[in-house]
């Protein structure tokens, strides 16, 4: 395992902070290679209760003790953090953010070494381990590196490589897509209740079809097209209700929301800049 042995910090402890260091507990890594610093004393006795990582108040510190530093505070207080941090990332550390719309190159530019920089993108279902997450290289990065960065985005979903010029889109796709996913819920609910379902039955079947479609998607390694076909009978009912799906326009109305996040994505890193 790449992180047998290995130190990990999160510097910041907020959500997406927990669900990495549950993650990790969950695949193996023991709690004493894990440390979290916060701003947020309250904060850092929650996380030493309920997780029994080590906690420190001071993110110097952190960084000292740790060989993998997961930046994992808002994006508006990564230059203050590196600021205050930068000078002390040494070449054999490996610094991963999961800061939206933060680039490699400016991260780059607080760390006095040749320090390797990854970069993530991962979504909320990290929180329950069911996370999709894209992560690219920064200019000192390689294998090990990213080896380090699977194995704890592994630890919380699945994780995927991406050159950055990629990462507007998939804050498009994977980053916004949660939302996505729940107004489709919440419509298909709606729907069942149209035909007569109770609406807690609607929601439950609704849901449960699609976490089994995205298994059967993710698990047999089928081309969707070819399990839709494989669902839908000549005349029967699934393919009555795809042909409302074409008539109505989902795929475009699909392919537009991605498309608009995406723009609104690479609008809002470049207001970051
Ligand atoms: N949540 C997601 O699904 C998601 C998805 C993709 C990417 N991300 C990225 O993940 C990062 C963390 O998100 P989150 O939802 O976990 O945020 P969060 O819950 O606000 O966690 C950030 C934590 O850092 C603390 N903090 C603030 N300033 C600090 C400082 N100078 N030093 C140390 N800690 C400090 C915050 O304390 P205060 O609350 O007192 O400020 C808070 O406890 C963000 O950059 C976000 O873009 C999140």
């Known amino acids: 395992m790449p992180l047998t042995g290995l130190t990990i910090g999160c510097l910041g402890g907020g959500a997406m902070a927990q669900a990495l260091l549950t993650g990790l507990i969950k695949s193996g890594v023991q709690t004493q290679n894990l440390y979290v610093s916060d701003t947020r004393r309250e904060r850092l006795e929650f996380l030493h209760r309920e997780l029994g990582v080590h906690t420190r ?3 110097s510190e952190l960084v000292k003790e740790s060989d993998v530093v997961i930046l994992a505070v808002k994006p508006q207080v990564v230059e203050e953090v590196l600021e205050e941090t930068g000078a002390l990332f040494q070449p054999h550390q490996t610094l991963i953010s999961i800061a939206a719309g933060i680039a490699i ?4 530019s607080f760390l006095t070494h040749p320090v390797p920089v990854i970069r993530v993108m991962p979504n909320t279902p990290c929180l329950l381990g069911s996370g999709a997450s894209a992560l690219c290289l ?7 590196d990213r080896e380090r ?4 985005f592994s630890a919380v979903g699945r994780a995927v490589e991406v050159p950055e010029e990629l990462m507007d889109a998939v804050t ?3 980053g916004s897509g949660p939302a996505y996913m729940y107004v489709i819920l919440e419509a298909l609910a709606d729907a069942g209740v149209r035909v007569g379902l109770p609406r807690d039955v609607a929601l439950l079947l609704s849901a449960q079809t699609m976490l089994g479609s995205a298994r059967m998607v993710l698990e047999t390694g089928e081309h969707p097209g070819r399990l839709k076909n494989m669902v839908t009978t000549p ?7 795809v042909y409302a799906l074409e008539e109505g326009g989902l795929r475009v109305t699909m392919m537009r929301a991605v498309e608009e996040a995406t723009r609104r994505s690479r609008e809002m890193s470049s207001a970051l800049k």
């Open 57 to 59: 108040a001071n993110n």
């Open 105 to 108: 190159q400016f991260m780059e």
């Open 138 to 144: 920064g200019t000192h990065a390689g294998a090990r």
């Open 149 to 152: 960065a699977m194995a704890i």
């Open 172 to 174: 498009g796709l994977s």
């Open 235 to 241: 005349g029967g009912t699934a393919i009555a209700g």
